[in-house]
C-alpha cells in the first residue's frame, strides 16, 4: 500500500492471509499502523516502513494499492508499468493518467464519497519487431492495447490486440491469435 495511512488495508489483507506491506512518509501515522496491526494480530504479515512511495523499492510487489492524487499516481506509473507482467494495481478513485482501467467498479453501500475503485493489470512488454515462422509482427503499444502489421509472404495485414498481464490476443486478417508473453518469448495458438 502507498501511502498506506493508518494501515487499514495492509491490515486487512494480513487479516485475509496475505503478506501485506505499507510505505507511509507521516512516521506517527506508521507507529500507529505497527500498534493496530499488533492489536489485530496481524504484525507476522503486515509490515509498515517510513519512506517516500517515489524513492521505495516496491518491484516485487504483486498487487499495489493506491489511494493518491491524480498527479502522484501519474509520477508512480513509471515504476508501476515496470512490475512483472500480471501484477495488479488498485486504485481509489483516482486515475493514472490516460492509462485507462482493465475494470472499475461503484459502489453506493454505505458510501458516502470516494466510492469508485479501478483496477489495472500490468501488460507485458510486446513492442517492437518480433519473429514469427510466417513473417514479421510488428507491434506498436500503448498500455494493454496495441496495433501494427503482420507480415508474411502473402503481405501484410493490419493487427490489434489486447494484453491482461502476460496474456495476449490479437485478430490479422481471419486469424485470431491468443498466447502468453515471457520476456522476449510469445507463444501461442493460431485459429482462423
Not at 44 to 52: L, P
Not at 70 to 89: Q, S, T, V, Y
Not at 140 to 157: H, I, P, R
Not at 177 to 185: C, F, K, L, S, W
Request: glycine residues 12%.
Amino acid at each position: 500500500d502507498l501511502g498506506s495511512g493508518d494501515g487499514r488495508n495492509v491490515i486487512a489483507a494480513a487479516k485475509r492471509g496475505a503478506r501485506a506491506h505499507g510505505i507511509e512518509y507521516n512516521g506517527e501515522l506508521v507507529e500507529l499502523s505497527k500498534l493496530l496491526a499488533a492489536k489485530e494480530r496481524v504484525s507476522d504479515r503486515a509490515t509498515f516502513e517510513r519512506g517516500d512511495v517515489f524513492a521505495a523499492d516496491f518491484s516485487k510487489a504483486s498487487v499495489v494499492v493506491l489511494f493518491l492524487t491524480p498527479e502522484m499516481n501519474i509520477r508512480l506509473r513509471p515504476k508501476l508499468l515496470a512490475l512483472k507482467a500480471g501484477a495488479r494495481i488498485v486504485a481509489n478513485t483516482f486515475a493514472i493518467g490516460d492509462w485507462n482501467p482493465d475494470q472499475s467498479f461503484t459502489t453506493s453501500d454505505n458510501c458516502e464519497k470516494f466510492c469508485s475503485g479501478r483496477l489495472w493489470v500490468v501488460p507485458a512488454k510486446v513492442a517492437g519487431v518480433w519473429k514469427l515462422p510466417q513473417g514479421a509482427l510488428v507491434i506498436k503499444q500503448n498500455y494493454q492495447s496495441f496495433s501494427g502489421t503482420l507480415t508474411t509472404g502473402n503481405g501484410a495485414v493490419p493487427i490489434a490486440g489486447r494484453l491482461r498481464g502476460d496474456q495476449i490476443a490479437f485478430a490479422a486478417g481471419g486469424t485470431q491469435y491468443t498466447g502468453r508473453v515471457d520476456g522476449a518469448v510469445m507463444e501461442g495458438f493460431a485459429r482462423k
